[in-house]
């Protein structure tokens, strides 16, 4: 009988245990299942709790800790989200998905060695694993072991012969080792995997074009369109194909059609009226604009540009009606509050648009356009006082505001303030040598422009006019016989500087300058051309009296001479790469883009080991949106020189925003902010590449760091913005975004700025 009740407390034990089991099972699965229903509503934090109660009850829970970690990839806790991954290895020492996560994680951190140890181990165990061997393709792309990287693609497209990605690996790498046949093949067969897929396709048509193939590219792109009649971007890429081509009215005929297949977008009628105004057609540009605006009569954006147009083309009263409009429907839409203001100007209401900029500084303080727009209608309206006061406080936001100091300088030399005057022109031209617009013309830039942080560069048009700034401009005192003496006095300690010891070429410089400042370009020239003959042993340092000198003729619009001058410095010294530039923004000032991208073609096939080369190619190509062909010339320059920051910041930026490559541009960006921790633009490409990866509050932190540095760069300022909203700080965003579209309503973001702006 005993014997009996101990068998019987025994089986209720084990029943007790088993019962107790299972509830703890189906606990933690009703709770990973609500921490799923969170994540997949944007809950990250409540998710974060579920998953954590369910790892309490079941701390074996794989499938809980998977979620979990990505769950901190979303939240931006990128150290608990590799612990996360680092416990499932205690758990499950075998989980290969664990194992690759990390393994891509520590190639993102430049831990290549690690990295390819786990992936070895994956390969190991699981030879044919598609993820791993991708992964160890691309650690030896990046170690630029491409031989081996190519044999690792071919073997992916051997196992996987229909993983069009992998083809798109391999062409990529191919390219980068100038087997230009084989790459051509590889692309044919990306093709050929699913014949509809764009994005191969578009891959190909790039190919030619950068090969100088244009009859091929054109006629790929044909095909793409045979095969997608109905995409209408597609056409938006033809026509600008044709337009960088100079055949303007092809261009406008595909516009046309794109417009057609697709008449209720509004983007083809955009690209048409700005490919119109940018080949000197405002009337049909204008017609393609109220073909827009019908379509979408209550786009305030649309509106706006409208309403722009019609003030750059001297039309006050369309320009009035455009923004009576705007206004009407929405009387605080700031843009056009402002736009309102600067009519007023134009109309010569100045105590109207002084009552307006003073409604607008109380909204936006910290704004120095406000302030400069109010000292402008103060200065016209006879108040030189009260405009020396609102310049005053522009300045004191942003003291590199030269429009503001050169106002300053004007109203001080008007009110008889000599000693001010000369002070602020000092300043200005102390200034001159860190202005990116003034380096861009001088060829102090290496890269043309940090990928259109410099200026908002979206567009033939403003590339045009950019390319065309004179340096003078921003000295506007040369006519001022005062200021003509006291630059003389300059003048002379310069050259008394410059005779002790005529190698100083930044004191020859500085002389230059100042040249040009007083509207001297005759003396300047023939200041170069003797020294030039004084360095005549001396090739490099000639070379560089050639490309000022080129600077020069350029400042003047004397394409011609400026061309020969640039030419003759490359000659000089092929390795002085401002000169390269000087040449890139002489054919794009007159339009000539295929010239351009053909004259570096040709020096890369007489000297392919050149970085510059490849960063103005990579940059023209980026303007053009034709970002593969960027791609190419960046990873070129970073195959030559893997320690050339513009073109991995370049590349990085590129990756993030057109390519889902992520993982490859946070670790380029990381490359390059640990080469130039401070540089302003490698923190907002590492904030925006954080943002794009979901990290928010790091994105916050590089971006805000961005714009401390850079607070009057729209797109940096719409970055940190979008990503106040992503993180649901919705104040901060309103405040970011609104400071964007200020400082340039017509930036690349400018039309989601505002749709976001609306959401809020």
Same mark, same amino acid.
């Given at each position: ?34 921490? +799923? /229903? ?14 954590? $109660?369910?790892? %309490? ?34 758990? !499950? &020492? ?84 100038? !087997? ?33 193939? +244009? ?17 209408? !971007? ?18 406008? $005929? ?76 929405? &009387? ?26 003073? *409604? ?48 300053? /300088? ?9 000693? *001010? ?40 048009? %403003? ?15 040369? $006519? ?68 000022? $000198? ?7 619009? =004397? ?41 570096? *073609? ?19 190509? /980026? ?14 320059? +970073? ?11 370049? =590349? ?8 889902? /490559? ?16 401070? #540089? ?14 979901? =990290? ?14 850079? &607070? ?32 340039? #309503? ?15």
């Amino acid at each position: 009988m005993k014997h009996a009740k101990w068998i019987l407390t025994v089986c209720l034990l084990l029943v007790s245990l088993f019962w107790g089991c299972t509830n703890d099972e189906k606990q933690s699965a009703a709770l990973f299942q609500k921490g +799923l /229903s969170h994540f997949d509503r944007g809950e990250y934090t409540q998710a974060e709790n579920q998953f954590k $109660q369910a790892l %309490t009850i079941n701390p074996t829970y794989i499938a809980a800790y998977e979620k979990l970690a990505e769950t901190y990839l979303k939240l931006g806790n990128s150290k608990a989200m590799l612990d996360t991954y680092n416990t499932i290895l205690k758990v !499950d &020492p075998e989980n290969l998905s664990a194992q690759l996560k990390l393994a891509g994680f520590e190639l993102l951190d430049g831990k290549n060695k690690q990295s390819q140890e786990r992936i070895d181990s994956v390969l190991s165990r699981q030879p044919q694993n598609l993820e791993a061997l991708t992964i160890k393709a691309e650690i030896l792309e990046q170690e630029n072991r491409l031989q081996e990287s190519a044999a690792i693609y071919h073997n992916i497209t051997t196992i996987f012969p229909n993983h069009q990605e992998a083809y798109l690996g391999y062409a990529r790498v191919l390219g980068r080792l100038g !087997d230009i046949a084989k790459t051509e093949t590889v692309l044919k067969q990306a093709v050929a995997i699913d014949d509809n897929n764009i994005k191969p396709r578009l891959l190909l048509y790039n190919f030619y074009v950068n090969k100088g193939d +244009l009859e091929k590219a054109e006629q790929e792109l044909l095909q793409t369109i045979e095969k997608n009649p109905a995409n209408s !971007d597609l056409y938006i890429i033809l026509g600008l194909f044709y337009f960088s081509r100079k055949s303007v009215d092809q261009a406008e $005929q595909t516009l046309a059609k794109a417009i057609e297949i697709d008449p209720r977008n509004v983007k083809p009628y955009l690209v048409s009226a700005e490919i119109l105004e940018a080949s000197g057609q405002p009337e049909k540009a204008l017609s393609v604009y109220q073909k827009a605006l019908r379509l979408q009569p209550d786009n305030r954006r649309l509106r706006l540009i409208l309403a722009r147009f019609y003030l750059q083309h001297n039309n006050p009263a369309e320009a009035e009606a455009s923004i009576q409009k705007i206004l009407e429907d929405q &009387p605080t839409y700031f843009p056009a509050r402002i736009l309102k203001g600067e009519l007023l100007l134009m109309q010569q209401n100045y105590d109207a648009a002084i009552a307006l900029f003073d *409604q607008l500084i109380e909204k936006e303080p910290g704004s120095d356009r406000l302030y400069y727009l109010k000292a402008q209608a103060q200065s016209r309206k006879g108040d030189n006082r009260g405009a020396i006061a609102a310049i005053r406080k522009a300045l004191a936001i942003q003291p590199k505001n030269i429009s503001a100091k050169l106002m300053l /300088s004007d109203i001080y030399l008007q009110e008889g303030m000599f000693d *001010q005057a000369q002070k602020e022109n000092m300043e200005i031209f102390s200034m001159l040598h860190q202005s990116p617009a003034v380096r861009l013309i001088l060829g102090n830039s290496p890269d043309i422009q940090q990928r259109g942080k410099e200026t908002s560069i979206d567009s033939f048009d %403003t590339l045009f006019k950019l390319a065309s700034e004179n340096p003078a401009g921003y000295l506007r005192i040369g $006519q001022v016989e005062f200021f003509r003496k006291k630059y003389d006095r300059l003048m002379q300690n310069f050259e008394s500087a410059f005779n002790a010891n005529p190698k100083l070429l930044n004191v020859f410089t500085s002389i230059i300058l100042l040249h040009a400042v007083k509207d001297e370009y005759e003396i300047a020239i023939q200041k170069c051309n003797q020294q030039i003959e004084r360095l005549k042993e001396e090739p490099t340092l000639q070379a560089f009296v050639y490309n000022l $000198q080129g600077g020069l003729y350029l400042a003047q619009n =004397l394409t011609e001479p400026a061309e020969v001058a640039f030419k003759k410095a490359i000659s000089l010294n092929p390795n002085f790469l401002r000169p390269y530039y000087g040449l890139a923004r002489l054919y794009l000032i007159n339009k000539k883009v295929d010239k351009a991208v053909e004259q570096y *073609q040709t020096l890369l096939s007489k000297d392919p080991n050149q970085t510059g080369p490849h960063m103005v190619l990579g940059t023209l190509f /980026s303007i053009i949106k034709r970002f593969d062909l960027a791609e190419q010339h960046y990873r070129a320059a +970073l195959t030559i020189n893997p320690d050339f920051v513009p073109a991995a910041n370049n =590349l990085s930026y590129l990756l993030a925003e057109h390519t889902d /490559s992520l993982d490859e541009a946070l670790r380029l960006s990381l490359i390059a902010k640990s080469k130039k921790p401070d #540089d302003p633009f490698i923190k907002d490409t590492l904030g925006w590449i954080y943002f794009k990866m979901g =990290l928010y509050p790091d994105a916050i932190r590089e971006l805000t760091e961005s714009v401390e540095k850079l &607070p009057d760069n729209a797109t940096v300022n719409y970055h940190l913005g979008m990503a106040y909203y992503k993180s649901g700080q919705n104040k901060a965003a309103k405040s970011q975004l609104r400071k964007a579209l200020q400082l340039n #309503d017509k930036f690349s973001n400018a039309e989601h700025a505002m749709e976001v702006l609306s959401n809020l």
